[in-house]
């Protein structure tokens, strides 16, 4: 198994909603990644995950909230998102995060209404 | 801060043509990744190069890095068609577990004209 999987596929969640982005991968991989994609745009890293543990957050603001519940998930919560958050969210994996590939799911395409 | 910058953004260029995309980087790296995307779709790993002067082909691309001039390039072969989508460098700065992170430069969004 080589794939990364999100769901869902596409979403649309009001500005008082709260909704979750899920993320799986199964090939042991202990990194894994949120990305946040505008149209047009190249992927802008928001949360690394190494071991399981946060190691990075890109001053995200707390409205995005990561989770990883163990090695092979990763979830994104969402809690009063704005507009301006609509935009393809990515999650990847890499073997060991540490000078290796990362692995794409297909993303979730969120709009924010 | 690492900048990443790829020239040129956009591209168009007949098939069969030859042309070579360009992605400086600001700060020392060895490893360096090219990756594809087609519109509306998620990123494809297409190349991996993890030193100075590291050089891989596959079909009618070819990429390679300088770690020295800080420069990787991505050389297109009598392109066809099916080889349209954007182009992305992506440098990775993690020498340190923990500290997991990909830059990835502007994008190259390729047309290959029939």
């Known amino acids: 198994d080589t794939e990364v999987t999100q769901t869902p596929k596409h979403l649309v969640m009001g500005m008082t909603n709260k909704k979750s982005l899920k993320c799986e991968q199964h090939?042991?991989?202990?990194?894994m990644y949120w990305y946040k994609q505008k149209a047009k745009k190249p992927p802008e890293l928001m949360f690394v995950?190494?071991?399981?543990?946060?190691?990075i957050n890109e001053s995200v603001p707390s409205r995005f909230s990561p989770e990883c519940p163990n090695s092979s998930l990763l979830n994104l919560h969402l809690h009063a998102l704005q507009p301006e958050d609509s935009a393809l969210y990515l999650c990847?994996?890499?073997?060991?995060?540490?000078?290796?590939?990362?692995?794409f799911g297909q993303g979730t395409r969120l709009t924010v209404v | 801060e690492l900048k990443v910058e790829q020239n040129p953004l956009f591209l168009s260029m007949q098939e069969g043509k030859n042309y070579t995309i360009y992605c400086n980087y600001s700060?020392?790296?060895?490893?360096l990744y090219w990756y594809r995307q087609d519109p509306g779709k998620s990123l494809e790993s297409l190349f991996v190069?993890?030193?100075?002067?590291a050089v891989k082909q596959e079909g009618r691309l070819m990429a390679s890095l300088d770690t020295k001039a800080r420069l990787s390039t991505l050389h297109i072969t009598a392109a066809v068609h099916d080889l349209s989508a954007t182009y992305f460098c992506?440098?990775?700065?993690?020498?340190?577990?923990?500290?997991?992170?990909?830059?990835f430069g502007t994008g190259t969004r390729l047309t290959i004209i029939p």
């Open positions: 090939m042991g991989h202990r990194a």
């Open positions: 990847a994996s890499s073997p060991t995060g540490f000078g290796t590939e990362a692995f």
């Open positions: 190069l993890l030193s100075n002067g």
């Open positions: 700060t020392t790296s060895d490893r």
């Open positions: 995950y190494s071991y399981e543990k946060l190691s």
């Open positions: 992506a440098v990775d700065m993690s020498y340190v577990i923990g500290n997991e992170k990909l830059t």
